[in-house]
C-alpha cells in the first residue's frame, strides 16, 4: 500500500463562518465608561462637605439646588435666580463675537504670513513678542481703549483667541507639501489658481484645528473677559458671587460655562466631520 | 512600434545642470549634477533611465518635466523649448502625490477641468481611465482609503486623462512591494500598449528596466553622464529567467558595478 498523502487543507472547513469572526457584541455602551469617575469624585465631595457648617466648600447637593435655581428659579427668589438664560445669551453673544473677529483677522493674516517669507520676517518677531503675554494682562488697557463693558469683553476674549488660530493657518499653509504643488502644476493649473485649489485644501485641516482651538479658548477667557464691568454673563456672575462668598453659585456658573464650551465643541466638530470628510485625523 | 520617421518626442542636446549652493560659512559650493546628455526619443518609445544614486536620474527627469532649469545646452518636446511644468508632460511621483481632498474620480477628473473641457468630456474621460486602471468600484472613495498600489493607479490614470504626449515616471513602483509592483508593471505595459504614450521611466531596478523598456540609459554619477544605452529587442512580455533576459541584466549590471563600487568607498 502506498503512502497516501492527504492535504493538510483539506482536513480544514472550508468556509469560516462570517459570525465567527465578527469581534465580541459590545454589551457596555462606551459613555458609560465615563461615568464611574466623576460619580466617586462627587460621593468624596459630598461626604467632605456635607453637614460641616464652616466648610468653605458647599456640598454637592447645594450646587445642585442652587445651578437649578439659577436657571429656573422658585428656590431662593434671589437677584440669581432663573437668570440663566439671560446671562448664558450675553456670554454666548460675546464668545462667538470676540472668537470671531480674531478669525477674520488671524486667517488672512496667517495666509499671508504662511505664503510670504518677508512678511514672516517683517512680522513674526512682534507677534512672537506679544504672544506670551496673558489675556489678563490686557485687561486695564483694553478697558481703557473700549472702555467698561461688552466691547472690551469682545476685545479681550478677540486678543486671546487670535493667536492659536494665526499660527494654526500659517503652518498649514507654509507647509503644503511641494509635491501636491508640483502636482497641481504638471495637470495645467494656471500659477494665479494653485491658491485657491490647492493651498487652501491642503491648509484646511490645519486651519480647522486652529479654529477649534481657538473657540475652546474663548471660553477659557470668558471670566477674565467679564471683568471689564459688564453687568451681566456667566463670568461676571462668578466674579459677582465670589465677593458674595456665594461658593455654590461659583460652582454652578462653571459647570454652565463648561456645558456651553462643550456643546459648542461638539457643534465644531459637527461642522468640520462635514467639510473636512476626507481627512481621518480631523475626524475627532 | 514606434515610427522612426515621425519628429522626435523628445529632444536633448548637450544638457548640463550644476546646482549652485550655499555652504554654511556663506561660500558656494557648485555641483556638477548631469554633463553632456544627448537624447532622443521617438515617439510611442518606452526609456528607462537607471544609473547608480546620484547619477541625476531624477534630476534629468525633472528638468524635462519643467520643474527645475537646465543650466546650459536644449531640450526640446514635441519640437518645442520647455517654459515650466505643463499637460503635455504629465508625471507620475513615487508617493503618488494625489490631492488628499478629493475622490479618486475628482483626481482624475482634475487635469481636464483645468482644461476647462465640456462636462460630458470630462465625464467620459474620466470614465475611461478609471476603467483602464481597474478602479471603477473605488471612484468615490480617497486616497487615504486606498492601498499604495492603488494610489499609483489613480497618479497614471489622472496623467493618462490629461491627454500627456509624454509620460515621465520618477521610480513609481518604489514604494510598494514587490507583487504590488509586478502587477503595476504589467497593467502599465497594457495601458502603454493600448494609449502608446512616450514613456520616461526612471528606476533604480535593473530587472525593471529589463522586463518594460524598448530602451535603456544608463547613468553613471559624479556628474551624470551618459555611460550606456541598450537596445531591447525583446517581444513582451518578458520572460525573466530567460537567457537573452539575463545577458542584457549581466551588461547592465557591470555598467552600473563600478559606480556603485566607487559610492561605496566613498561612504
Request: glycine share 8%; net charge positive; charged share 15%.
Amino acid at each position: 500500500m502506498g503512502v497516501e498523502t492527504t492535504s493538510v487543507l483539506s482536513a480544514t472547513p472550508a468556509v469560516v463562518a462570517p459570525s465567527e469572526k465578527l469581534p465580541p457584541r459590545r454589551v457596555v455602551p462606551v459613555w458609560l465608561y465615563a461615568l464611574p469617575l466623576p460619580i466617586v469624585l462627587l460621593v468624596a465631595w459630598q461626604l467632605a462637605t456635607a453637614g460641616k457648617s464652616f466648610s468653605l466648600i458647599p456640598p454637592p447637593s447645594t450646587v445642585v439646588l442652587t445651578a437649578w435655581d439659577y436657571a429656573f428659579g422658585g428656590i431662593r427668589n434671589d437677584t440669581y435666580s432663573g437668570v440663566l438664560l439671560t446671562n448664558a445669551i450675553a456670554s454666548i453673544t460675546r464668545v462667538f463675537f470676540g472668537f470671531f473677529v480674531a478669525m477674520i483677522i488671524a486667517i488672512p493674516l496667517g495666509v499671508i504670513l504662511g505664503r510670504s517669507k518677508w512678511a514672516r520676517r517683517m512680522i513674526d518677531p512682534t507677534l512672537q513678542f506679544l504672544r506670551p503675554i496673558p489675556v489678563t494682562a490686557w485687561l486695564p488697557l483694553t478697558m481703557i481703549l473700549f472702555g467698561l463693558g461688552p466691547p472690551a469683553t469682545i476685545a479681550l476674549i478677540a486678543l486671546g483667541t487670535f493667536f492659536p488660530m494665526l499660527l494654526n493657518t500659517v503652518d498649514g499653509v507654509r507647509y503644503v507639501e511641494p509635491r501636491l504643488i508640483e502636482a497641481a502644476e504638471m495637470l495645467g493649473t494656471p500659477r494665479a489658481a494653485i491658491f485657491a485649489r490647492v493651498i487652501i485644501p491642503a491648509a484646511s485641516p490645519s486651519i480647522f484645528t486652529g479654529i477649534r482651538i481657538g473657540l475652546g479658548l474663548a471660553w477659557v477667557l470668558l471670566v477674565v473677559g467679564e471683568m471689564t464691568g459688564v453687568p451681566t454673563g456667566l463670568g461676571a456672575n462668578i466674579m459677582d458671587a465670589r465677593q458674595l462668598s456665594r461658593t455654590d453659585l461659583v460652582i454652578s456658573g462653571m459647570m454652565y460655562i463648561g456645558i456651553l464650551g462643550f456643546l459648542s465643541d461638539r457643534i465644531v466638530m459637527l461642522v468640520g466631520r462635514r467639510a473636512l470628510w476626507w481627512n481621518p485625523s480631523s475626524r475627532g | 512600434m514606434a515610427e522612426a520617421t515621425a519628429a522626435p518626442a523628445i529632444v536633448v542636446h548637450h544638457l548640463e545642470k550644476t546646482y549652485l549652493s550655499q555652504n554654511r560659512d556663506g561660500s558656494y559650493t557648485e555641483t556638477h549634477a548631469l554633463s553632456d546628455i544627448n537624447l532622443t526619443v521617438t515617439p510611442g518609445e518606452f526609456i528607462c533611465i537607471i544609473g547608480a544614486s546620484g547619477c541625476g536620474k531624477s534630476t534629468l527627469l525633472r528638468i524635462i518635466a519643467g520643474f527645475e532649469s537646465l543650466s546650459s545646452g536644449e531640450m526640446l518636446v514635441m519640437g518645442k523649448t520647455i517654459a515650466g511644468p505643463g499637460p503635455d508632460r504629465g508625471m507620475v511621483f513615487q508617493d503618488y502625490a494625489l490631492f488628499p481632498w478629493l475622490s479618486v474620480a475628482q483626481n482624475i477628473a482634475y487635469g481636464p477641468r483645468q482644461k476647462g473641457l465640456p462636462k460630458t468630456e470630462i465625464a467620459s474621460r474620466t470614465e475611461r481611465y478609471i476603467e483602464m486602471v481597474g478602479l471603477t468600484k473605488f471612484r468615490n472613495r480617497y486616497p487615504h482609503e486606498l492601498s499604495g498600489g492603488m494610489r499609483q493607479r489613480v497618479a497614471i490614470a489622472r496623467v493618462l486623462a490629461n491627454d500627456s504626449s509624454v509620460i515621465l515616471m520618477d521610480e513609481p513602483f518604489g514604494a510598494l512591494d514587490a507583487i504590488t509592483r509586478d502587477g503595476l508593471q504589467k497593467s502599465l505595459l497594457q495601458i502603454w500598449e493600448q494609449a502608446r504614450k512616450t514613456i520616461l521611466f526612471v528606476t533604480h531596478s535593473v530587472d525593471e528596466a529589463v522586463s518594460l523598456a524598448d530602451r535603456v540609459i544608463v547613468l553613471s554619477p559624479h556628474p551624470g553622464r551618459l555611460k550606456l544605452e541598450l537596445k531591447i529587442d525583446l517581444p513582451r512580455p518578458r520572460d525573466i529567467a530567460s537567457v537573452e533576459f539575463n545577458t542584457l541584466k549581466r551588461t547592465m549590471l557591470d555598467a552600473i558595478a563600478p559606480d556603485v563600487a566607487a559610492e561605496e568607498e566613498a561612504a
